[in-house]
């Protein structure tokens, strides 16, 4: 029997890591190289042969070091 669920991988690809990191697949790529993505150390990897794969899970924890920011403004404007 089929399960109706859908499965997600527990590893993603290059593409599926900026998409869920929010940027371009070449920052990606570069942040491989010099081991920094948005001023932070870059999110581990694996490669498998000529593949590379990144744990869900670690990029999961690579965006919790970023706080919640209910907004930028320092002060209150008045309406």
């Given at each position: 029997m089929f399960s109706n669920q859908t499965h997600?991988?527990?590893v993603v690809d290059t593409h599926e890591c900026s998409a869920l990191l929010?940027?371009?697949a070449s920052t990606i790529r570069?942040?491989?190289v010099t081991g920094?993505?948005?001023g932070f150390s870059a999110p581990a990897y694996r490669k498998i042969g000529r593949k590379v794969v990144y744990d869900r899970i670690v990029l999961d924890q690579w965006l919790d070091q970023f706080a919640n920011q209910p907004n930028?403004?320092?002060r209150q404007?008045?309406?």
């Open positions: 997600t991988s527990a929010g940027f371009a570069i942040s491989r920094t993505l948005a930028t403004a320092t404007v008045g309406i």
